[in-house]
């Protein structure tokens, strides 16, 4: 799978667009990019995924230039129930096992 | 409908005891996943199941884990002579299929003292 590197956590305040933005030089062609969120003492839960150019769900909006090297997950106007763990994961979506890195840990402000 | 339940959600132990958790995938999830998460870590996979049989036991750290799902429905997963090292929250998920959508329980956090 590819190598990742996100940002280890970030703050912003309420009402404020967020962007996460992971890097994946490695991305091969086949990868998808997928991000899932993590509220204290839940399990992970998918949010969106994407392949190319843009993605847009009742969540969020992911971005991916055209050379996929990275991609950003927007999340808007955030309220302090956003406050969770973001994992930025790239590889096949026909997959038998997720592999996690440490993701980022967003922390919303009032 | 009903999420992927673990029992228990909290279990303490002591250095040396054998320990069971228990997942309830959502009704008709044909796979399951187990998980380990550390404090401040992403999820570790561990195993997973398509049906009754174990796919893939790669993430397994040692023989005294081990886990079964003898109907293809509740997987128990079991440790030996558990360690502290072996302290984690074990997140279980299931999925319609191996190509689809994982859903997540809300973990068993274990403590061995």
């Known amino acids: 799978l590819a190598k990742t590197t996100q940002p280890i956590s970030m703050d912003s305040y309420e009402g404020q667009e967020v962007n996460i933005t992971c890097s994946h030089n490695?991305?091969?062609?086949?990868?998808?990019i997928t991000w899932y969120q993590q509220f204290p003492s839940q399990g992970p839960r998918f949010i969106i995924q994407?392949?190319?150019t843009k993605v847009t769900n009742e969540v969020a909006s992911l971005f991916i230039p055209a050379d996929r090297k990275s991609s950003t997950l927007s999340l808007p106007r955030v309220s302090l129930s956003d406050t969770a763990v973001y994992y930025c994961l790239v590889g096949v979506p026909v997959n038998d096992k997720i592999i996690f890195g440490k993701g980022t840990r967003l922390h919303i402000l009032p | 409908g009903a999420g992927v339940s673990q029992t228990p959600s909290n279990k303490v132990t002591e250095k040396g005891k054998y320990v069971e958790l228990r997942c309830d995938p959502i009704s008709g999830h044909t796979a399951l996943y187990w998980y380990r998460q550390s404090l401040g870590q992403g999820p570790e996979f561990l195993i997973y199941f398509q049906g009754t049989g174990a796919a893939d036991d790669s993430g397994l750290p040692n023989d005294r884990f081990f886990a079964v799902r003898p109907e293809g429905s509740v997987s128990t997963l079991k440790i030996q002579r558990t360690e502290r090292g072996d302290s984690a929250v074990y997140l279980c998920?299931?999925?319609?299929?191996?190509?689809?959508?994982?859903?997540f329980g809300p973990g068993t956090r274990l403590t061995v003292l």
């Open positions: 490695n991305i091969a062609t086949n990868d998808y």
């Open positions: 994407g392949y190319k």
């Open positions: 998920a299931s999925s319609l299929t191996t190509s689809s959508e994982q859903f």
